[in-house]
T-cell receptor, first 112, second 117 residues
């Protein structure tokens, strides 16, 4: 049973528009959520995170929204840039043990 | 940020041989490192948590005798795939936590592509 799900394997948007990547989770014990970005042949790099005590966290062009009742979070990128083209992983953790459960990833393509 | 390296980046070996993959934290000390395996177009599957100076904690379904993990120092963890078979071919990634990062943030190595012939 996959506890973190990214139901869209891919997303394509036009440069300058908004990219919205979605993530759902099933384990109500998760209280910290992270988004990672991964380029080919590289390891994932941290992008943005949110604690369950918040419902929004913003960092520049990136905003993460958390809906605890729906067990859903989303990453908004606006405006999208071609350099944002990568695989985005949603991850969830319990407490601060460091261990995270990852989704399958969504491949974002931003077209010039 | 904190830098994690992996070596080798790519390895091809014959079936039945053992392969060692190194994961190093270059500019910080990592008491805990994580080993993941990634299948094509799938998520990072956590294999084990590597603790410096103690035994690794393996996830359910991961054979500890098959995937030997040693965390001998605060900057080095190794994963040895013993008696490798073609089904072990995969992308293996390590990560480490650092107090420089956000809560639960992991710093990932670049990964190792293992191909078993």
């Amino acid at each position: 049973d996959q506890q973190v799900k990214q139901n869209s394997p891919s997303l394509s948007v036009q440069e300058g528009r908004i990219s919205i990547l979605n993530c759902d989770y099933t384990n109500s014990m998760f209280d910290y959520f992270l988004w990672y970005k991964k380029y080919p042949a590289e390891g994932p790099t941290f992008l943005i995170s949110i604690s369950s005590i918040k419902d929004k966290n913003e960092d520049g062009r990136f905003t993460v929204f958390l809906n605890k009742s729906a067990k859903h979070l989303s990453l908004h990128i606006v405006p999208s840039q071609p350099g944002d083209s990568a695989v985005y992983f949603c991850a969830a953790s319990v407490g601060n043990a460091g261990k995270s459960t990852f989704g399958d990833g969504t491949t974002l393509t931003v077209k010039p | 940020g904190a830098v994690v390296s992996q070596h080798p980046s790519r390895v091809i070996c014959k079936s039945g041989t053992s392969v060692k993959i190194e994961c190093r934290s270059l500019d910080f000390q990592a008491t805990t490192m994580f080993w993941y395996r990634q299948f094509p177009k799938k998520s990072l599957m956590l294999m084990a948590t590597s603790n410096e100076g103690s035994k690794a904690t393996y996830e359910q379904g991961v054979e500890k005798d098959k995937f030997l993990i040693n965390h001998a120092s605060l900057t080095l963890s190794t994963l040895t795939v013993t008696s490798a078979h073609p089904e072990d071919s995969s992308f293996y990634i390590c990560s480490a936590s650092s107090d420089r990062g956000q809560d639960n943030e992991q710093f990932f190595g670049p990964g190792t592509r293992l191909t078993v012939l």
